[in-house]
């Protein structure tokens, strides 16, 4: 709580405007879900066979919504970590306030340092990792960390028709990185050592005006309740940045697909693949 009141002291319009991305999303306490929500959890959750004996490690886990749904749904432990101490700290706060009994350890790291004497029966990535530089060379660090045989839960974007430019240029003012401008076959081949256990592809729906306005809405006014604002200058500044990223997320939904995919690494045929793709 101390740490919340020395940041409600700098709150600013400058200040919440020059967030980045992601601290900004631990600052209103944004769920960053991913593609899919509830109904890709619940997936990966049969589909992967995720059991109160599993060990879960959360990529890029921001405030923490995955790890923190599953180990509710099946009573798993794990570990989730991302780069952003805000966004850590929320996801904290959030295991305390939803989910007080689940063990879920949540620590602020970078995905590229991160290391872990336990092995984990499932790495969650989702969409997180196009967020890295090399995404390719992250997905082969987490390979170490699984078990045998363990599995990789993704849920990955990638485009049914050009984005164009300006909204490409939009999208990186927004996010602070380039949101994923490769089709299906280019976005997976970096599993390709990997068993597809399970897969299925969506078309994601535009969100209207007045849902978008009720998610704005409901975490604005959480944050400003849990945090005592009253500054309407200030509400209204989360307000809009907040909104700005989920019309900048739908309108990417119109040239975008997305799959999720459960994908079995075990030493009998890794790194090869003896199964045809359908």
């Keep these: 709580m101390d ?45 992967a066979d995720i059991t109160s004996k599993s060990n879960i490690l959360e990529v890029a886990c921001t405030t923490g919504f995955s790890s923190r749904e599953l180990a509710y749904m099946t009573g798993c432990k794990g570990v989730g970590f991302d780069i952003s101490a805000p966004s850590v700290q929320q996801a904290n706060e959030n295991k305390k306030y939803y989910k007080k009994k689940i063990n879920i350890k949540y620590i602020v790291s970078d995905g590229y340092k991160f290391s872990s004497k336990e092995k984990f029966s499932h790495v ?18 987490l390979l170490g960390m699984l078990q045998d045989p363990g599995y990789i839960l993704a ?59 009720f998610y704005t809405k409901s975490t604005i006014d959480r944050v400003c309740k849990l945090m005592k ?18 019309e900048m997320s739908n309108a990417l ?23 045809e793709l359908f």
Excluded at 30 to 45: A, D
Excluded at 191 to 205: A, F, G, Q, T
Excluded at 235 to 246: C, D, P
């Design 253 to 275: 939904r119109e040239y975008q697909g997305y799959n999720v995919v459960v994908l079995r690494r075990r030493k009998e045929t890794f790194p090869n693949r003896f199964t």
């Design 3 to 47: 740490k919340k009141l020395t940041q409600k002291k700098q709150l600013s319009p400058e200040y919440i405007n020059n967030l980045s991305y992601t601290d900004f999303v631990g600052l209103v306490n944004q769920w960053n879900v991913l593609p899919g929500s509830y109904v890709s959890l619940t997936k990966w959750r049969h589909f």
């Design 124 to 141: 969650i990535v989702g969409a997180a990792l196009r967020f890295f530089p090399d995404p390719q060379a992250m997905l082969n660090r």
């Design 155 to 213: 849920t990955e974007f990638y485009t049914t028709k050009d984005i164009p430019q300006k909204l490409i240029k939009e999208a990186q003012g927004v996010f602070g990185i380039t949101p994923t401008t490769i089709a299906y076959k280019d976005v997976m081949k970096i599993y390709e050592s990997l068993e597809v256990v399970y897969e299925d592809r969506n078309i994601p729906l535009k969100e209207t005006d007045d849902e978008i306005n």
């Design 229 to 246: 604002i009253k500054d309407e200058t200030i509400y209204q500044t989360m307000f809009n940045r907040l909104k700005k990223i989920k």
